[in-house]
T-cell receptor, first 112, second 116 residues
Framework: DQQVKQNSPSLSVQEGRISILNCDYTNSMFDYFLWYKKYPAEGPTFLISISSIKDKNEDGRFTVFLNKSAKHLSLHIVPSQPGDSAVYFCALGGTGFQKLVFGTGTRLLVSP | DTGVSQDPRHKITKRGQNVTFRCDPISEHNRLYWYRQTLGQGPEFLTYFQNEAQLEKSRLLSDRFSAERPKGSFSTLEIQRTEQGDSAMYLC??????????????FGAGSRLTVL
């Protein structure tokens, strides 16, 4: 029972362009949504989050969009930088959830 | 505070041996989580503590796995009679429960287990 899906295992983008990472979920009870970034040999690092009462949250180059009716979450990075190259996980949780449920991850490669 | 610390970072063991991992969370965090990550997958929840009480365990956590958090501070995860399928990265995370921050987990660097 895969509640959270990231259908693109990898994404390649040129420096300066926009990176769009997507996440789909099935359980409408989730009401808090996060993105984590992971470099090799390190643990996941929190990047940005959004609650279900919003549809957009922006932090510098990073913007998260939430479409509750479509059960879809996306992360936009603009402009993309080579240092953004990492694996990105969406994670879902919220009221009534004691834990986060993670997607399978998307490996982003930003080339100079 | 140096964040979430995990020890050891790497462990290679033979099948059938017991291994123990330690996690030191951020000191003011009352919630502590153990996750497991295998190649090509996202972190999978194993178990969760609020203070010293273990409140939830995943079905992934077989009888060979046991976790403790004495006194609500550090935690240990022990795997008995290891199997090759236990090879994975074991991640510890902590958070401050009781508000929006409860959903934001801070992870350690992980303990990588290789079972030969």
């Amino acid at each position: 029972d895969q509640q959270v899906k990231q259908n693109s295992p990898s994404l390649s983008v040129q420096e300066g362009r926009i990176s769009i990472l997507n996440c789909d979920y099935t359980n409408s009870m989730f009401d808090y949504f996060l993105w984590y970034k992971k470099y090799p040999a390190e643990g996941p690092t929190f990047l940005i989050s959004i609650s279900s009462i919003k549809d957009k949250n922006e932090d510098g180059r990073f913007t998260v969009f939430l479409n509750k009716s479509a059960k879809h979450l996306s992360l936009h990075i603009v402009p993309s930088q080579p240092g953004d190259s990492a694996v990105y996980f969406c994670a879902l949780g919220g009221t009534g959830f004691q834990k986060l449920v993670f997607g399978t991850g998307t490996r982003l490669l930003v080339s100079p | 505070d140096t964040g979430v610390s995990q020890d050891p970072r790497h462990k290679i063991t033979k099948r059938g041996q017991n291994v123990t991992f330690r996690c030191d969370p951020i000191s003011e965090h009352n919630r502590l989580y153990w996750y497991r990550q295998t190649l090509g997958q996202g972190p999978e929840f194993l178990t969760y503590f609020q203070n010293e009480a273990q409140l939830e365990k995943s079905r992934l956590l077989s009888d060979r796995f046991s976790a403790e958090r004495p006194k609500g501070s550090f935690s240990t995860l022990e795997i008995q009679r290891t199997e090759q399928g236990d090879s994975a990265m074991y991640l510890c995370a902590s958070s401050l429960g009781g508000g929006p921050g409860a959903n934001v987990l801070t992870f350690g660097a992980g303990s990588r287990l290789t079972v030969l």
